[in-house]
Each structure stands twice: as C-alpha cells, then as structure tokens.
Nanobody
Framework: QIELVESGGGLVQPGGSLTLSCESS????????MHWYRQCPGKEREVVATIAPNGDKNYTDFVKGRFTISRDSAKKTMYLHMSNLQFGDTAVYYC?????????????WGQGAQVTVSS
C-alpha cells in the first residue's frame, strides 16, 4: 500500500506564490505517473500537472507558465510550485500516483491540501 501525504496548502493573496509537497511512503517515481489534480468549489476534479517516470512534464493550459511540477526522488517527494496565483486557483489540491502493470491499473490519492487565494 502506498500512502501519499500532502502539505503546504494555505491562504495566499492574488499574485502570490505557494509550494505544495506530496511525500510518498515508498519510492514510486520511477514506475508511477504522478499528477497534481485540483477541485475548485462546485466543480469536478481536474488534472493540473503531470510528471512521468522519465521526467517528462505536462501542464493544463490554465496553469502553464505559472505552475511548476517537480520531484526529489531521494526525498520521495513531489512538488507543485504555484506562482501568480489567482482567485480561480482556489481549490483542494490532490496528488495522485498511477501505473498500469500487467493490464491492471493501480492508483493512489493524497488526502488533499486546501489552497485559498483571497485578498
């Protein structure tokens, strides 16, 4: 069983920055695709950024140029650095690990971290 624990959420003013962390209980970055998702109030959960085992990164359009996904394998921790935060970025942010092995998909979610952008 893999446990993902997020930290770093909080209250930030528009234009500010915040970094979320997602620590895994075991080393998984070389075999799992890692995602950051978010769920804005009243909306469905949506993917924000992805980092593949080979290090390739992808971002959804509304965060490109503002958010950066990264990882530290030695610390078993993935990060989401968010800058120029806007009101619309207010959400619960979740980290997610996913892999397909022998035709079976396994995935794990963190508990979520609240990010509130407010003046």
């Amino acid at each position: 069983q893999i446990e993902l624990v997020e930290s770093g959420g909080g209250l930030v003013q528009p234009g500010g920055s915040l970094t979320l962390s997602c620590e895994s209980s075991v080393s998984i970055f070389m075999s799992y695709i890692m995602h950051w998702y978010r769920q804005c109030p009243g909306k469905e959960r949506e993917v924000v950024a992805t980092i593949a085992p080979n290090g390739d990164k992808n971002y959804t359009d509304f965060v490109k140029g503002r958010f950066t996904i990264s990882r530290d394998s030695a610390k078993k921790t993935m990060y989401l650095h968010m800058s120029n935060l806007q009101f619309g970025d207010t959400a619960v942010y979740y980290c997610h690990a996913q892999r397909t092995y022998r035709a079976q998909m396994n995935d794990y979610w963190g508990q979520g971290a609240q990010v509130t952008v407010s003046s």
